[in-house]
């Protein structure tokens, strides 16, 4: 394994009066595609943002890049290099797709600003966003949503990319196009953290793998290991890959 980006060690996070993350431990090599899975309910979402700063940490680290980013607020840890991608998504729906990727390029003031090169790469990925560059977000359909939602997260270089469930009521087609936009990136050496529910994205992407249940990680190892073993599967999420 390499060396780790991104650490959780014993991390509690309470909303309101409920602790609903009971002492997290995660470990995100470097480089890698790790991903993040588990029932409904089992604190998948939380932990993504706990990360982000989106809620805080009741207990325990966090560590991204050798910093203890546990106390830092949102923006801060944004702008160490971590990109965030909801599972709503998040784009402004009343703006056109041009200004939703001019906002993420913090640096630009106009989408002439944006780097070409890594813009025509985007668009390679995601034609839509091309396409429909001076429509209106919001009447995009949902799988076009989400396209822009990630092209938003990598229009700017970044370490670390964090998706909450990026292929969830997508078509095959769209989600076929979006495991070879995530295999691009990997390949250019972003860390990814992913929770995903659709079992064919988690077997073609995953580097490792970590299991939640009950607010915790039961199971972290391979992503190979894990798809190889029918019993385990079926003790950790109640199904076989």
Do not use: C
């Not at 938003?152 to 469930?165: G, H, N, Q, S, T």
């Amino acid at each position: 394994m390499s060396d780790p980006l991104l650490t959780l060690s014993g991390v509690h996070t309470h909303i309101g009066a409920y602790l609903i993350l009971h002492g997290v431990d995660l470990v995100v090599p470097r480089g890698q595609l790790t991903m993040l899975l588990g029932r409904n309910g089992a604190g998948k979402t939380t932990t993504l943002r706990t990360i982000m700063g989106l809620w805080r940490a009741s207990q325990g680290r966090i560590v991204f890049g050798g910093r203890d980013v546990t106390a830092l607020p949102t923006p801060r840890i944004a702008g160490l290099g971590v990109a965030y991608v909801p599972e709503n998504m998040g784009i402004f729906a009343d703006l056109t797709v041009k200004e939703n990727m001019v906002l993420a390029a913090r640096g630009a003031r106009g989408a002439a600003q944006i780097d070409r090169a890594r813009l025509e790469w985007i668009f390679s990925l995601f034609p839509a966003v091309e396409k429909f560059w001076n429509h209106p977000a919001g009447k995009l359909s949902g799988g076009q949503k989400q396209m822009l939602a990630v092209a938003r997260a990598i229009v700017e270089p970044r370490e670390l990319l964090i998706v909450d469930e990026p292929s969830k009521g997508l078509a095959p087609a769209i989600i076929h196009n979006m495991i070879e936009a995530f295999a691009q990136l990997k390949a250019r050496g972003v860390t990814i953290l992913l929770v995903e529910q659709n079992i064919h994205f988690a077997r073609r992407l995953g580097d490792t793998v970590a299991v939640m249940d009950n607010g915790v990680v039961v199971h972290a190892g391979s992503m190979q290991a894990l798809a190889a073993d029918e019993e385990l599967q079926q003790q950790l999420l109640g199904l076989a890959l």
